[in-house]
Nanobody, 124 residues
Framework: QVHLVESGGGLVQAGGSLRLSCAAS????????MGWFRQSPGKEREFVGW????????YYVDSVKGRFTISRDNAKNTVHLQMNSLRPEDTAVYYC?????????????????WGQGTQVTVSS
């Protein structure tokens, strides 16, 4: 079992930045590829990106490429989502998720654990 807790959300103006964190506890954090997803009201959960177990590879959805960066610190059991140049359409609840797969996937059902989410609101 892996317990995930997201933090760092808030209200920011368009063009601003936020850094989300996801703290993991339970099983060995470094054994999991970590993904970030987001969900806006009335919409399905959307894939944002993932990072492999060692942090050696990352992948992002096209809409956030060049603006968002995922990193992880296995010594501290945390994964981060640095979000720059934020847009109103980035407004959503952001979730971190964990999978035992070698590489991540954009399919939410492939992930075994997820947190409760943190709200990000970008004002225009």
């Amino acid at each position: 079992q892996v317990h995930l807790v997201e933090s760092g959300g808030g209200l920011v103006q368009a063009g601003g930045s936020l850094r989300l964190s996801c703290a993991a506890s339970g099983r060995t954090f470094s054994a999991y590829t970590m993904g970030w997803f987001r969900q806006s009201p009335g919409k399905e959960r959307e894939f944002v990106g993932w990072i492999t177990r060692t942090g050696g590879s990352t992948y992002y959805v096209d809409s956030v490429k060049g603006r968002f960066t995922i990193s992880r610190d296995n010594a501290k059991n945390t994964v981060h989502l640095q979000m720059n140049s934020l847009r109103p359409e980035d407004t959503a609840v952001y979730y971190c998720e964990a999978t035992g797969r070698l590489y991540g996937t954009a399919t939410g059902s492939a992930y075994d654990y997820w947190g409760q989410g943190t709200q990000v609101t970008v004002s225009s």
